[in-house]
C-alpha cells in the first residue's frame, strides 16, 4: 500500500489550499483517513480525521477552517483549508488504515508529506 499526497504549497495569509492523498494497493478496505502535520521542533499532530462512517474529528486550532473529506471509490482522503495562518506552516502527513487482500485487520500507512507554507 502507497499513499500519495499532493496540494502544498506556498500561501499568503488568508489564502486557501487543498491537499489530497490517494492510496494504491491491493486495498479491501479503508477505515478511517486523516491528516496530520508536524511543524520544524515540534511533535507530530492530528489535524483532522475522517472515519468510515464518515463522521469527523479536527483538532481545535483548525475548526472552522479546514475541512476534510474522502472518496471511498478513489480510496482518497482530501483537505480543504481555508483561511490560512502562518502558524498552519508545517509539513501535512496523510495516513490511513487500511486492510489489504490476504491479510488480517487493519494497519496505518503513512504518505510521504507535502510542505504547507502560509507567509506574505
Known amino acids: 500500500v502507497q499513499l500519495q499526497a499532493s496540494g502544498g504549497g506556498l500561501v499568503q495569509p488568508g489564502g486557501s489550499l487543498r491537499l489530497s492523498c490517494v492510496a494504491t494497493g491491493i486495498i479491501r478496505s479503508i477505515n478511517h483517513m486523516g491528516w496530520y502535520r508536524q511543524a520544524p521542533g515540534k511533535q507530530r499532530e492530528l489535524v483532522a480525521v475522517i472515519y468510515s462512517g464518515g463522521n469527523r474529528d479536527y483538532a481545535d486550532s483548525v475548526k472552522g477552517r479546514f475541512t476534510i473529506s474522502r472518496d471511498n471509490a478513489k480510496n482518497m482522503v482530501s483537505l480543504q483549508m481555508n483561511s490560512l495562518k502562518p502558524e498552519d506552516t508545517a509539513v501535512y502527513y496523510c495516513?490511513?488504515?487500511?486492510?489489504?487482500?490476504?491479510?488480517?485487520?487493519?494497519?496505518?500507512?503513512w504518505g510521504q508529506g507535502t510542505q504547507v507554507t502560509v507567509s506574505s
Open positions: 495516513n490511513a488504515a487500511v486492510s489489504i487482500y490476504g491479510s488480517i485487520g487493519y494497519n496505518v500507512y
